[in-house]
C-alpha cells in the first residue's frame, strides 16, 4: 500500500499545480526579495514604498492595523518614528471635560485612517470603498504578484469593451474594470534617495511595503523555520538509525 | 500485577494505592502487537499527536482571543503582530489542523485498504468515524473564529443546510444561530463548542484506544497474531518506528508553518466578515471539499444534505457491508483495485469541490459521488461473494520468514517493510 500511495501522492503534486493553473488574468511573476526560505525585506525598497503609500494611497486607503512603532522594522531609529507619529494628528479622550480633542501621534498610535468610517469612504470614492491595505498582500491570491500587476495593469480599454463612468481598465483585476483611477504615472513622489520613480520602481517599492504590512513577522518566520528545520532533520536521521538499531533483533 | 518490579521506592508505595505504573508498564510491555506492523500504522499515533498540538496551541490562542464580531478579526491581527510568538502559535494551529485531517484521511484509507474495521473491531471502527464527525464539527467552528469573509460565509452556507430538514429545519437554525442569522450570538457560541468539543474527542479517543487494546492491533496480513512468536512488545518496539513518523510529520508541518503558512487556506479570510458582500466562490476548507462535492452534486436541498451525512453515515455500516472474511486487500485482487478506484474518486470529489458548480464540473460531481456510494452499497457487498481471494498464510511469522530470507529483495521493497 505505501508504495501506491507513494506513487499516488506524487502524481497528485504533478497533476495538482496543473489543475490549479488556468486562472483568467496574467500577473507578472517577480523576484522578491522576500521569497524563498532564506527570504528578508529590502527596508530601502519599503521605506521608499511607504512614501509612495503615505504621499499617494493613503488619501483613500488606510492600514489601521499599523502603528508607527512598527516603522521600526523599515530601519528607522525611535526619534524618526516619534517624529514621523508628530507629523499625523489623532483623536484622543475624553479628557476631564468629557471631551474628545486632537493630539500630536505617538508611536503607540496606529496610522489614522483617510475617513471616518465606511460610508464616508464610499461617499469620497463614487459608492466604491477603499480596502484597507494592512492585510492586503494575503488577502489576495498571490499577493505580492497580483499586487504590482494591478498597479502596473492600467491600459487603454481594448476597441470592444465599454468602460462605464468611474471604472477604468486593468489588466491584472478580476473581470478588467475596476473602480479605483490608476494611482502611480512615474515621478509621483520625488525620492529622497534618489532612485529613479518609475512606476515600475514605484509599484515594486509599495508592494515591498505592503507585503511587511501583512506579513510584518516574515523575516522572523524564515529565520526560525530554518533552524528548525534543521535541527527536525537531524531527528528524523537519528530516530530511524534508533529504530534500526532497535529493530535489529526483530526477526 | 505486582508492584514489586518497580525499584523507585515512591513508584512502589504510590503503585500500590494506585497502581498507574502497573497500568503503564502494562501498555508498554505486556501489550502484544504484530511485528509486522508497517509505516501505515503511524498514523494513528500522529492523529493522536495532531489533537494534543490542536488542543496546547488552542489553550494559548484563546487566552488572546475575543469572540465578538466586532472585535475577533482584529484579535487574531493582534496575534499575529503584536503577542510574542503569537504568530507562530496562530500558523501552528492552522496548518496542524489541515495536517490533522491529511493524518485522519491515511488513517482511514488504511483502515480501508487492511480491513481494520472487521470483526472484531466493529466498534473500534466505528467510534473512529465518531472522532471524525466531531473533528469536522469542530474544524468548522474552528474556521469560523477568525470572522473573515470565509469564515462568515462558510458558516452562513453550512449553517443553512439544516433548514433543508422538514418541519423542524428552521427552529434548528435559529438555534445554531442564536438568532435570525450568523451573528454575534453564533460566532460565542462557536467558540464556546469550539473549546469544549476537543476534549470531547480526546474522551471518544481514550474509547478508541480501550477498544483497540482489547483485540490489538490489525496488521498488514490481517490474519490474528497465533502466538508470541508473531507479537513484540510495544516498547521498545513501536515507539520507535511511531518516533520516525513523528519526526517526519514535525518535520512537515515545521516546512508548511514556517514557509507556507497560507498554502492551505484561503487568502479571503484575510478580510474581515462583511455580511452585505458575498464572495466570488464561497469554498470550505479543502478538508470539506469532498463532502461539499457530494452536497452541491444534488440538485434538491435536503437529498444534498442527505448524501452528504450518508457519505459518513455509509461508514458506520461498512463492518456490515463488506463481509469478506479476509480482511488485508493483499490477498483480495479485486477490492485492491476499486480500493485505488475509491482513493482516486475521493481526490477527484476535493478537486470538484472546490470548483464553481457549473457545466462539466457539476457532471463530474454527479457521477464521483454515485461511484463513492456505489463502491460501498454495492460493490464491497457483491464483492464479499463473488470475489476469489488469494491463499492466506499460515502465520504472521511465516510470511515474515521468507520474507527476511530474501535480503536483496526486490526494487522498493524497502518502501513496504514488513520484518
Known sequence: MIRYLIVFALSLFLIGPALAAG????????????????????????????????????????????????????????????????????????NDDGEMFIRAGIPADRMPSPYPNDNAARAGNGGALP?????????????????????????????????????????????????MPQPLYGDDVTYADGTT??????????????MWAAEPKLEARKRIGVAVVFFLSVFVILSILAKRRVWADVH | MSAEKFQNPVVRWIDHRLPIFSMLDHE?????????????????????????IMIITGIVLAM????????????????????????????????????????????????????????????????????????????????????????????????????????????IVTLLWGGFSVDNPTLNRFFSLHYLMPF????????????????????????????????????????????????????????AVFFF???????????????????????????????????RAVPDKLGGVLLMFGAIAVLFVLPWLDRSPVRSARF???????????????????????????????VLSRIATAWYFLHFLVILPLLSVFETTKPLPKSISEPVLSRSKSANAPLGAGLEPAE
Open chain 1, 23 to 94: 486562472g483568467a488574468v496574467e500577473l507578472t511573476k517577480r523576484d522578491w526579495s522576500f521569497n524563498g526560505p532564506f527570504g528578508t525585506f529590502d527596508k530601502a525598497a519599503m521605506q521608499r514604498g511607504f512614501q509612495v503609500y503615505r504621499e499617494v494611497c493613503a488619501g483613500c486607503h488606510s492600514m489601521k492595523y499599523i502603528a508607527f512603532r512598527n516603522f521600526a522594522d523599515l530601519g528607522y531609529n525611535e526619534s524618526e518614528i516619534k517624529a514621523l507619529a508628530a507629523e499625523y494628528e489623532v483623536e484622543d479622550g475624553p
Open chain 1, 131 to 179: 480596502p484597507d491595505l494592512s492585510l492586503i498582500a494575503k488577502a489576495r491570491a498571490n499577493g505580492p504578484d497580483y499586487l504590482y500587476s494591478l498597479l502596473v495593469g492600467y491600459k487603454d480599454a481594448p476597441s470592444d469593451t465599454s468602460v462605464p463612468d468611474g471604472m477604468y481598465y486593468n489588466n491584472a483585476y478580476s473581470g478588467n474594470l475596476i473602480a
Open chain 1, 197 to 210: 520613480a518609475s512606476i515600475e520602481v514605484m509599484s515594486a517599492d509599495l508592494t515591498q511595503f505592503l
Open chain 2, 28 to 52: 508498554k510491555y505486556d501489550y502484544p502487537v504484530p511485528k509486522n506492523l508497517n509505516y501505515m500504522w503511524n498514523f494513528g499515533v500522529l492523529a493522536g499527536l495532531s489533537l494534543a
Open chain 2, 64 to 171: 488572546s482571543y475575543t469572540a465578538h464580531v466586532d472585535y475577533a478579526f482584529e484579535a487574531v491581527e493582534r496575534i499575529m503582530r503584536d503577542v510574542n510568538h503569537g504568530w507562530m502559535i496562530r500558523y501552528i494551529h492552522m496548518n496542524a489542523a489541515s495536517f490533522f485531517f491529511i493524518v485522519v484521511y491515511i488513517h482511514i484509507f488504511r483502515g480501508l485498504y487492511y480491513g481494520s474495521y472487521k470483526a472484531p473491531r466493529e466498534l473500534l471502527w466505528i467510534l473512529g468515524v465518531v472522532i471524525f464527525l466531531l473533528m469536522m464539527a469542530t474544524a468548522f467552528m474552528g474556521y469560523v473564529l477568525p470572522w473573515g469573509q470565509m469564515s462568515f460565509w462558510g458558516a452562513t452556507v453550512i449553517t443553512n443546510l439544516f433548514s433543508a430538514i422538514p418541519v423542524v429545519g428552521d427552529s
Open chain 2, 200 to 255: 470531547v474527542i480526546a474522551g471518544v479517543v481514550v474509547l478508541h484506544i480501550i477498544a483497540l487494546h482489547r483485540f490489538g492491533s490489525n496488521n498488514p496480513i490481517g490474519i490474528d497474531a497465533s502466538g508470541p512468536q508473531d507479537t513484540i512488545s510495544f516498547h521498545p518496539y513501536y515507539t520507535m518506528k511511531d518516533m520516525v513518523g513523528i519526526a517526519v510529520f514535525l518535520l512537515l508541518l515545521a516546512i
Open chain 2, 261 to 295: 503558512p497560507n498554502a492551505m487556506g484561503h487568502p479571503d479570510n484575510y478580510i474581515p466578515a462583511n455580511p452585505l458582500q458575498t464572495p466570488a466562490h464561497i469554498v470550505p476548507e479543502w478538508y470539506f471539499l469532498p463532502f461539499y462535492a457530494i452536497l
Open chain 2, 332 to 362: 483480495r485482487p479485486l477490492f485492491r483495485i476499486f480500493f485505488w478506484l475509491l482513493l482516486i474518486d475521493a481526490v477527484a470529489l476535493g478537486y470538484l469541490g472546490g470548483k464553481p458548480a457549473e457545466g462539466i464540473y457539476v
